[in-house]
């Protein structure tokens, strides 16, 4: 996942149309971003976009937003974008446990296991290791578990999933990681805001979405205003 782009419309936002397509007059034509649920029909939505090429995948569980390149041009150039880390990418998370310190970072090497369809953390020196890192701050603890903001500094496979279980606080409803509390639907991993550069005039673009209902649902003490 690179970071928060995939292939779909500045709209579909947890189930209603958002109102980007009116924010983003003038960057329609060759940029769109929309907010993904989990029963969202991602094919539908990129069909209905008009992509010309996806720019990343959404993977598993994971809500939020996502960007799609409606030209080669702006594919490429938003592709850049991300390679250069020139985006920024922040994600909210619900893990388990009490996170200790409440803001810090993590830099770990991760490597494929493909047998298994996942990552592991591995040493440096393994060959295909690559480095990942990541930074958090504690939004508000709630009972039994708490809520993050993280910022990737890398867009690593399932890096956010891994790096969060291995230094113990797995992702509320991530099995495939570690974790052993449900959650309504999918994992409580959610892509909240993306900030990019328009691939053609260079304007500095934000987006935010807001969690879905399966988070109210989680836990109806939050707020996220």
């Given amino acids: ?12 936002a947890l189930g ?3 109102e980007g397509a009116v924010a983003l007059q003038g960057v329609e034509p060759v ?5 993904v649920d989990h029963g969202a029909d ?3 939505l990129a069909a209905r976009a008009g992509a010309h090429r996806d720019l990343g995948v959404v993977l598993g ?3 939020g937003v996502v960007l799609i390149a409606r030209t080669s041009k702006a594919a490429r150039r938003l592709t850049e974008q991300f390679r250069t880390r020139a985006v920024e990418k922040t994600y909210w998370a619900l893990v388990e ?5 409440v803001e810090g970072a993590c830099d770990d090497w991760l490597g494929p296991d493909k047998r298994h369809r996942r990552m592991h953390v591995v040493g440096p020196t393994l060959p295909g290791a690559k480095e990942a890192r990541l930074s958090y701050k504690l939004i508000s603890t709630l009972e039994g578990c708490s809520w993050l903001e993280v910022r990737l500094e890398t867009g690593r496979k399932h890096q956010i999933r891994l790096q969060l279980s291995h230094h113990g606080n797995p992702i509320v409803g991530d099995r495939k990681y570690g974790g052993r509390a449900s959650f309504p639907h999918g994992i409580a991993l959610h892509a909240r805001r993306l900030c990019v550069s328009h691939p053609t005039t260079g304007a500095a673009l934000e987006f935010e979405a807001p969690p879905p209902d399966a988070w109210r649902r989680f836990d109806t003490k939050l707020d996220f205003t």
Avoid at 2 to 12: D, F, K, Q, R, T
Avoid at 31 to 35: G, I
Avoid at 97 to 101: A, D, S
Wanted: include cysteine; aromatic fraction near 0%; proline fraction near 10%.
């Fill in 1 to 12: 996942l690179e970071g928060l782009v995939g292939g779909h419309p500045l709209g579909p």
């Fill in 16 to 18: 209603d149309l958002l």
């Fill in 31 to 35: 940029l769109c971003a929309v907010v």
């Fill in 42 to 44: 991602r094919a539908a």
């Fill in 61 to 63: 569980g994971l809500t």
């Fill in 97 to 101: 446990g009490r996170l200790e310190p």
